[in-house]
């Protein structure tokens, strides 16, 4: 249809142009010949060269370009008159312009047609322009309704983001506000012990929470919901505290082991937590009557079972007479009572000597179970107060690790808090074990005990720490207070003891190993064993006070005997006795090893120079003196001694042999402990070989190589031969 209609205006456009062609074409050829008639008079203007207007000053600068031009520089050189030549270029440049004239009136038609065309191409344009800038304009207006639909969507969008905040929030603070049925009927109706009570008590807290929240910002709708919040508050609460104090109570029935209903209170936990958030008064209540009756339960249970475990204690104890320097005399009423009274030996209980003592200090032991005092009547046993005291010292760590932990977990306490609070419950009991400790350490004489239950209490504090409770830190230190100060006092009445004993009163003299050096030996190798663990200075101090008055003791004793032989033997005998158990139960390596083992080795080889001077005196001193002259070089001096050399050749060939037997027997008949007295004999024998050696290389010197008597020395090898088969094998 466009095209139709686009034809239709082209086609009167055509027949329109022709007719303006045909006009045009008579126009121009009245143009023309009214121009070549003009032409003769044609002005040249500026250009025209003849008239006196044009400045002569630029003729040069004329002239000079057109002789640079090439048509001028070729007609100059061919000589042209350029005046003729002027005018012939003026007539070919008129024809020209003529013949072009012609040339566009023979196509002006043509020429006429293609303005036809132009002009009908320029109106249809001109309405396609129209077209495509009502199109443009369209087109902007739609832009900018683009524009407006995105702005619309953007605020739609933020609107929406808006509304969907303020929606989260709204659905929140409903749903924290809204108190739902099924809660209501569970805190009214369900017991405190069903899981949905605890999962509805939860929501209960946080909407109460929420509501307090709330009602600090002054919201309209927390009004709303508070009536009914706090009603079911109260009734929670009054449920809650029925529940707990139930369940105190029953601490209190006889025979009850408590940590049960400790245990369900755990599960429960979060209902004290409750009470604390919101019902302060009813929280202090219940927790004010869990003190008092826990705190009296303790009490009356350690009490009890503290008077029952001092049934079975050992019937003898130690008493003031009970010191290392008594005499055994001064107990000779007591020990017949004793005799004659047949006390069983489960009763008797040692005082110096550790035995089976120190088994209460290791981890089995330690950490066993307790004694149970009924059990033990039954079966007629009896323990150490060490043993007495472990058990009753675990039993309070036990219970006290195991309430500490409770007070913090349900009552939701740390720090000096939970200290307080377990001082409220355990104070009592912990007053009345420091004051029954004190009563009986006041009047305690045995040391080895004190020491053990302070060991007790050093391990029992070392396993509080690493569980870590300081619930019984200073109950700990308390009682190693009562403990330490007894201890030292008991040993420096044993130090006293044996600083004031007059050997005179001690009986008959005995070379044998004194009972009072045996008492040292086995207090100090139990403390130094004991006291390994947990090394204490002031202890060792102490036994190093204790080790030289008993070194003083052993002197004192040794001095009353008449002979210096006798004296070495009770020295040797008690130095070895007393070297044997400690090493036996102490540490090789402690001081008091070292000191005995240095007197023990001294005395001895004074022993050894003792029993050979009787049959090989003489021997002995020739060799000694000749040893000396020799090292002076002055043996000649004994050059006339050859009746004395002869002699004593002779003696010890003829009396060797029954003197070494004879010294064998005394020595095995002095000596308690038969492997001291076969070194001994050993070290003799071996110090009278090396003596005779030495009698074997004076003679051999020149002095003496011309004796005769020299023939009759026993052979060295041959004396040590015979001297091995003397030799004691034990």
Not at 85 to 95: A, I
Not at 697 to 713: D, G, I, M, N, Y
Request: charged share 25%; glycine share 4%.
């Amino acid at each position: 249809m466009a095209e139709a209609v686009v034809t239709d205006v082209g086609c009167s456009d055509v027949n329109t142009a022709v007719n303006s062609t045909t006009n045009a074409m008579a126009y121009l050829q009245d143009d023309i010949k009214n121009d070549s008639e003009a032409i003769p008079s044609l002005s040249l203007g500026d250009l025209d060269i003849t008239t006196d207007e044009y400045i002569l000053d630029e003729v040069d600068i004329h002239i000079q370009a057109n002789l640079e031009d090439d048509l001028v520089k070729e007609a100059l050189k061919t000589g042209v008159d350029l005046r003729q030549y002027s005018k012939q270029v003026e007539t070919e440049l008129q024809h020209i312009e003529q013949a072009s004239i012609k040339d566009y009136i023979k196509e002006s038609q043509n020429i006429a047609s293609l303005h036809n065309q132009i002009t009908a191409c320029d109106s249809i344009l001109e309405r396609m322009e129209e077209m495509l800038s009502g199109f443009q304009s369209d087109l902007s207006s739609i832009s900018s309704e683009i524009q407006t639909l995105q702005q619309q969507s953007v605020s739609m969008s933020v609107r929406l983001k808006n509304r969907q905040a303020v929606r989260s929030h709204l659905s929140q603070l409903v749903d924290e506000l809204v108190v739902p049925g099924a809660m209501i009927s569970v805190i009214l109706e369900s017991p405190v012990t069903e899981q949905e009570f605890l999962e509805q008590l939860h929501e209960l807290n946080n909407k109460i929470n929420f509501a307090k929240e709330l009602s600090f910002r002054e919201t309209l709708a927390c009004s709303d919901i508070q009536d009914i919040v706090d009603r079911l508050k109260i009734k929670a609460v009054t449920k809650i505290r029925e529940f707990i104090l139930q369940k105190i109570y029953s601490f209190r029935k006889p025979m009850t082991n408590y940590q049960i209903p400790q245990n369900t209170l755990l599960k429960y936990r979060f209902f004290y937590q409750f009470l604390l958030a919101n019902e302060r008064q009813v929280a202090k209540e219940i927790r004010d009557e869990y003190v008092d009756t826990m705190s009296k339960i303790y009490y009356s249970y350690f009490k009890s079972y503290s008077g029952r475990l001092l049934k079975v204690q050992y019937e003898e104890v130690a008493d003031k007479d009970d010191l290392m320097g008594v005499e055994d005399t001064a107990k000779k009423d007591i020990l017949s009572q004793r005799f004659f009274s047949k006390p069983s030996l489960k009763s008797r209980n040692t005082i110096f000597t550790l035995g089976q003592r120190g088994a209460v200090l290791s981890p089995a032991e330690l950490e066993g179970p307790i004694l149970v005092p009924h059990t033990a009547q039954r079966g007629d046993c009896r323990y150490p107060y060490e043993t007495l005291f472990r058990s009753q010292h675990y039993a309070l760590l036990d219970n006290g690790c195991r309430e500490f932990l409770f007070l913090s977990d349900f009552f939701m306490v740390a720090g000096n808090s939970a200290l307080d609070l377990f001082n409220c419950i355990m104070g009592k009991t912990l007053s009345m074990f420091l004051k029954s400790m004190s009563t009986y350490v006041s009047d305690c004489y045995d040391s080895i005990a004190i020491f053990l239950c302070i060991h007790i209490i050093l391990r029992f504090r070392a396993i509080t720490a690493k569980r870590n409770i300081p619930a019984l830190d200073k109950y700990w230190e308390a009682v190693l207070e009562l403990l330490w100060p007894r201890f030292e006092m008991i040993l420096e009445l044993n130090i006293q003891s044996i600083r004031n004993t007059d050997p005179q009163k001690l009986g008959l003299l005995d070379t044998r190993p004194h009972y009072i050096t045996r008492r040292y030996a086995e207090f100090s190798s139990a403390i130094v064993s004991i006291n390994q663990t947990f090394p204490n200075e002031r202890t060792n101090t102490l036994l190093g006070q204790l080790q030289v008055e008993v070194e003083n003791f052993v002197l004192k004793m040794a001095a009353e005997f008449p002979s210096r032989k006798d004296q070495l033997i009770f020295l040797i005998n008690n130095y070895d006795m007393m070297l044997n158990v400690l090493t036996e139960r102490a540490a090789d390596d402690s001081k008091e090893v070292e000191g005995f083992q240095q007197l023990l080795l001294a005395r001895t080889q004074e022993f050894i120079e003792e029993i050979l001077s009787p049959p090989f005196g003489g021997m002995i001193a020739f060799v000694k003196e000749s040893e000396a002259l020799m090292e002076k070089g002055q043996l000649d001096r004994l050059k006339n001694d050859e009746a004395r050399i002869t002699q004593l050749v002779r003696g010890f060939s003829s009396t060797w042999k029954q003197s070494v037997e004879a010294l064998s027997q005394d020595v095995m008949r002095s000596f308690t402990n038969f492997k001291n007295g076969t070194g001994i004999i050993q070290g003799a024998l071996t110090q009278l070989i090396q003596y005779y050696h030495g009698f074997h290389k004076v003679l051999s010197q020149p002095t003496f190589r011309s004796l005769a008597v020299r023939s009759e020395l026993i052979n060295l090898h041959h004396l040590m031969v015979e001297v091995k088969k003397h030799k004691p094998n034990f």
